[in-house]
């Protein structure tokens, strides 16, 4: 299979099922997958960023060698879907500690951007917390900022993600466990 003729199209999930399928036990395919990610052209690095998206857990953990790589791209990232989904990609990893500061920056700027997808704006707060969960100065930050954001000025999912992420906060546990939970059954 052509990976970047495939990638370079309109997708379904029969086409992501079919690049899943054909680089999960490939380390080779599964590299040029990722480089594919990083391409400069739009919708090849879009696709591919979905395709990895739908990496099991067992294949997301070849991203975490990676995570500064995805972090990078994220930071310069100007398609919205995109950064969307490298967002879900770094969610699905456990955080560097001590965070990258500039990383952290991005997520706090961007939850709180009325200019950026409502998607972006949720996993924007969930992976702040992440990063801010073992450092408790961060954390507190983290929580005004939370709760200085006006309730009825947030969308349903930005709003939810608000609300579990405060939950989480109050109970000192992780999201992301929650997710593994769900990947999982």
């Given at each position: 299979?052509?990976?970047?003729?495939?990638?370079s199209?309109?997708?379904?999930?029969?086409?992501?099922?079919a690049?899943?399928?054909i680089?999960?036990?490939?380390?080779?395919?599964?590299?040029?997958l990722?480089?594919?990610?990083?391409?400069?052209?739009?919708?090849?690095?879009?696709?591919?960023?979905?395709?990895?998206t739908?990496?099991?857990?067992h294949?997301?953990?070849?991203l975490?060698?990676?995570?500064?790589e995805?972090?990078?791209?994220?930071?310069?990232?100007?398609?919205?879907?995109?950064?969307?989904?490298?967002?879900?990609?770094l969610?699905?990893?456990?955080?560097?500690?001590?965070?990258?500061?500039?990383l952290?920056?991005?997520?706090?700027?961007?939850?709180?951007?009325?200019?950026e997808?409502p998607?972006?704006?949720?996993?924007?707060?969930k992976?702040?917390?992440?990063?801010?969960?073992?450092?408790?100065e961060?954390?507190?930050?983290?929580?005004?900022?939370?709760?200085m954001?006006?309730h009825?000025?947030?969308?349903?999912?930005t709003r939810?993600?608000?609300?579990?992420?405060?939950?989480?906060?109050?109970?000192?546990?992780?999201?992301q466990?929650?997710?593994?939970?769900?990947?999982?059954?």
């Amino acid at each position: 299979m052509n990976l970047k003729a495939r990638l370079s199209r309109r997708m379904g999930m029969y086409d992501i099922q079919a690049i899943i399928f054909i680089v999960q036990n490939d380390p080779a395919r599964k590299q040029e997958l990722y480089e594919y990610l990083l391409d400069p052209d739009d919708k090849i690095g879009y696709n591919a960023a979905w395709a990895m998206t739908h990496f099991s857990l067992h294949d997301n953990k070849w991203l975490y060698d990676k995570q500064d790589e995805l972090a990078d791209a994220l930071l310069t990232c100007e398609h919205p879907g995109k950064r969307r989904l490298l967002l879900t990609l770094l969610y699905r990893q456990p955080m560097a500690h001590p965070p990258r500061m500039d990383l952290l920056d991005f997520c706090l700027e961007r939850m709180i951007s009325k200019r950026e997808l409502p998607a972006v704006q949720s996993l924007c707060m969930k992976l702040a917390y992440e990063l801010c969960r073992p450092i408790p100065e961060l954390l507190q930050e983290l929580k005004i900022t939370l709760e200085m954001m006006e309730h009825d000025a947030l969308m349903p999912s930005t709003r939810s993600a608000r609300k579990n992420v405060l939950k989480a906060m109050q109970k000192g546990t992780s999201l992301q466990l929650n997710l593994y939970r769900q990947i999982n059954y």
